[in-house]
Each structure stands twice: as structure tokens, then as C-alpha cells.
Nanobody
Framework: QLQLVESGGGLVQPGGSLRLSCAAS????????IGWFRQAPGKEREGLSC????????YYADSVKGRFTISRDNAKNTVYLQMNSLKPEDTAVYYC??????????????WGQGTQVTVSS
């Protein structure tokens, strides 16, 4: 009953932009840190970004720093990942995850099902 649902993935050309959304169902996100992960074919899951529940702390992996921006709107129970200047190597399945408390890698309380992002000309 408690789940995260990603949306906004799709096909985009190199240099383009997408905004991913992560909406909670069955619980409210305001007490959770929210992270974004991705997994590309043949690669391990990569942690991309995290946003704290209230104090404004954000984390970005070096691979996306300066291009991706994480934000949250607790009133809408949704977290966003704005992705700009997309590259073919950004192609992956993107997952959001919620952890009650602070931005640390584990344990994760809830995972979304993933949304495909494909960057190709």
C-alpha cells in the first residue's frame, strides 16, 4: 500500500532535459530523505542524489553534479529530479527511494519501480 511511483522518463536527445517525479502513495514524504538512483545495463546501481527532509541538505554524485537538481514539494508529496545537459551515458533505469531520517545510503525503507531514461540521437 505504501509505495513510490516515478514518472517523467522517456527518450531525449543528447543535450536535452527531462524532469523526473517521485510521488508517494500511502504515506507522506515530509519525514523522509529521498534519493535518486540509476542502473545502466552491465553496471551496478549508482546513487545520484539525495535531499533531506527539511534542512535543505542535498547530495550529488560527481557524475551528475552541475547537471541534475533535486527538489521536493512536501505539499504535493512529491520529489523531483531535474536533469539537464543529458548525455548518452545517462541512459539507465532511474529509481527513487525513501529513507526515514537522513541522507545515508542504507537502509532504504521504500523503493520505486523505476522509470526508463534513454538519451540518444
Amino acid at each position: 500500500q505504501l509505495q513510490l511511483v516515478e514518472s517523467g522518463g522517456g527518450l531525449v536527445q543528447p543535450g536535452g532535459s527531462l524532469r523526473l517525479s517521485c510521488a508517494a502513495s500511502g504515506f507522506t514524504l515530509d519525514t523522509y530523505a529521498i534519493g535518486w538512483f540509476r542502473q545502466a545495463p552491465g553496471k551496478e546501481r549508482e546513487g545520484l542524489s539525495c535531499i533531506s527532509r527539511s534542512d535543505g541538505y542535498t547530495y550529488y554524485a560527481d557524475s551528475v553534479k552541475g547537471r541534475f537538481t533535486i527538489s521536493r514539494d512536501n505539499a504535493k508529496n512529491t520529489v523531483y529530479l531535474q536533469m539537464n545537459s543529458l548525455k548518452p551515458e545517462d541512459t539507465a533505469v532511474y529509481y527513487c527511494a525513501a529513507r526515514k531520517g537522513i541522507c545515508v545510503m542504507s537502509p532504504i525503507d521504500y523503493w520505486g519501480q523505476g522509470t526508463q531514461v534513454t538519451v540518444s540521437s
